[in-house]
């Protein structure tokens, strides 16, 4: 017999992990090794079970999905990465994608489309939700224009950069964002180095060149 398809769940919502452990218990060839409520609980569980698939929530406090993800995929590449999220929004999708993601469904999904995306990610065929697939599609049909590096940032990042060239701390900008400190430090190493500079100052001193401080 094949070694059953081993499973990780990371979601911060105890109903949905609940739920979808129930679901997929009951699929043949898959097997749920563990929950995990948040992204570094998800990781340490991760380097523990050795898991086939992952599924991952996006929106978690702390560490998100989208870090969760990158670091995951640091420390144990082999795994495939299936975001299940509610969110569609550009923000959320690209970065995570871009962070390794394998595949990518909405919560609305089946179950029965769930545990096939499990299979196929198993098997190295990734899947994707169809709103996401268009989306990426129309994303490349878009003819490419020369932008600044600003344009690059998430809006997020963009709300990060501001309070930045407001002169904020780490722990301010957490307190305003109402986020981890962690996410913070996270969201500030994106910032620098999609706008090619090398510390808080220089991305300071950028913001107010191009009119992003206000």
Excluded: W
Aim: with cysteine.
């Amino acid at each position: 017999m094949e070694q059953p398809i081993k499973v990780l769940l990371v979601d911060d919502h105890e109903m949905v992990r609940i739920g979808l452990a129930a679901v997929l218990g009951t699929e043949e060839g898959i097997e749920v090794v563990g929950e995990a409520s948040n992204g570094m609980d998800g990781i340490r569980l991760a380097q523990e079970y050795k898991p086939d698939v992952v599924l991952m929530d996006l929106v978690m406090e702390g560490m998100d999905g989208i870090e969760t993800t990158r670091k995951l995929l640091q420390i144990y590449p082999d795994c495939k990465v299936i975001v299940l999220t509610s969110y569609l929004d550009d923000e959320k999708m690209y970065p995570v994608i871009e962070a390794g993601a394998f595949s990518y469904l909405l919560k609305t999904s089946r179950a029965s489309e769930i545990a096939q995306a499990i299979r196929s990610a198993a098997k190295g065929q990734p899947i994707l939700e169809s709103q996401v697939a268009t989306k990426i599609m129309n994303r490349f049909r878009q003819p490419k224009q020369e932008q600044a590096p600003h344009h690059d940032l998430t809006d997020r990042e963009m709300e990060v950069l501001r309070l930045i060239a407001k002169g904020h701390s780490n722990q301010e900008v957490a307190d305003e964002l109402f986020i981890g400190i962690k996410t913070v430090k996270f969201h500030v190493t994106n910032i620098l180095a999609k706008l090619g500079v090398d510390d808080r100052t220089q991305a300071a001193i950028y913001a107010h060149k191009h009119g992003l401080a206000d």
